[in-house]
């Protein structure tokens, strides 16, 4: 890699060797949850990975160095720094070139992801069209990115607080398949389905890597959602979250956060306005997505 792109010798290793390695993204970390949440659930998360039999490589840039597979004082840096900015492909390179820090969102970490041969990426849920994007022109850089990137995502779907029927449609647009991991419908997150249909049904592991193989094995570029809906156990009641996502979205339009402000300011509202039982939510979702993924990279590498 160049000398701004750093890869850690253990994830160095396992890519030579062709062993199972997961990405993980750290704007979950600073931005998605509360301190000091953020760093406990990445080292969970990391652990639920290795607990699978994959690598965990924990993506972010510290001191204008992008680094794949953070060591463990790497990342409590990373969490702890003050204002540490949240990272797109669009201001990587001005905050490289400055010597700053920052975490990596999903359009960054795929994009880190590819350029080290990683195929298996696990996150919350993906950025899309936000809602009145006709108006604010806002749509996540996630989406060209996986549009961009050839790596398989496995997420719980997207939020409600975004326009979820256009997202779909836009991942549609771009030739992202979606790939419902024992589902039929997209998942919305805190919720197992939002009514929406994904491209194909797949049951387990072996399933899911079979169609993520066949797609990098045409040649089909970019990447693939794994849509994996929470687990029942951990859903958010539908009152509750009907009535949280509604203040959050009024409250949004009246404190009019803009850019990357939109979805950070969301996540916080949807916590507080739940009591943390989001949070709890998220959480689950988030260590049951790390799980599947280390089983499909696990899959991906024993087929190669
Ligand atoms: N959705 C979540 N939790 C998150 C994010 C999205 O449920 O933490 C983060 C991810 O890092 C994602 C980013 O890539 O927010 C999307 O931000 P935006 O909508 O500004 O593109
Ligand atoms: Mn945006």
Redesign the pocket.
């Known amino acids: 890699m160049t000398g701004s792109i750093i890869v850690s010798d253990v994830v160095a290793g396992a890519l030579r060797e062709r062993r199972p390695v997961v990405a993980l ?1 750290t ?2 970390v600073t ?2 949850l509360p301190r000091p949440d953020g760093l406990r659930v990445a080292a969970t998360l990391e652990s639920a990975v290795r607990e699978n039999g994959a690598i965990p490589a924990t993506i972010g840039i510290l001191d204008g160095r992008l680094r794949i597979g953070l060591s463990a004082a790497e990342l409590a840096r990373l969490a702890d720094a003050p204002g540490v900015v949240k990272v ?1 492909p669009g201001n990587m390179a001005a905050l490289i070139a400055s010597g700053g820090s920052g975490s990596t ?3 960054a970490t795929l994009f880190a992801a590819a350029r080290a041969g990683i195929r298996v990426f696990a ?5 899309g069209v936000h809602r009145g994007a006709t108006e604010t022109g806002d749509v ?3 989406l060209p990115a996986l549009a961009r990137h050839p790596v398989a995502v496995v997420c719980a779907g997207a ?1 409600a607080i975004l326009d979820l029927p256009r997202t779909v449609e836009m991942l549609e647009t771009l030739g992202v398949p979606v790939l419902g991991a024992g589902c039929d419908e997209f998942p919305a ?1 805190y919720r197992r389905s939002s009514g929406l249909r994904v491209d194909a049904r797949c049951d387990g592991a072996a399933a899911l890597a079979a169609a993520i193989r066949a797609h990098f094995d045409l040649g089909l570029p970019g990447g693939v959602v794994v849509a994996n809906p929470i687990p029942a156990a951990d859903e958010l009641p539908a009152a509750i979250h009907d009535a949280a996502l509604a203040t959050a979205l009024a409250e949004a339009a009246t404190a009019g956060p803009r850019g ?1 402000d ?2 950070p300011f969301l ?1 916080e509202r949807m916590r507080v306005l739940t009591g943390g039982a989001s949070l709890r939510a998220n959480e689950a979702l988030l260590l049951d997505n790390a799980r599947l993924a280390a089983e499909v990279a696990v899959m991906l590498a024993s087929a190669a």
């Open positions: 993204e704007t979950l931005h998605g797109n969102t999903v359009a996150t919350g849920g993906i950025g996540s850089a996630d939020k997150f990357r939109v979805t996540l």
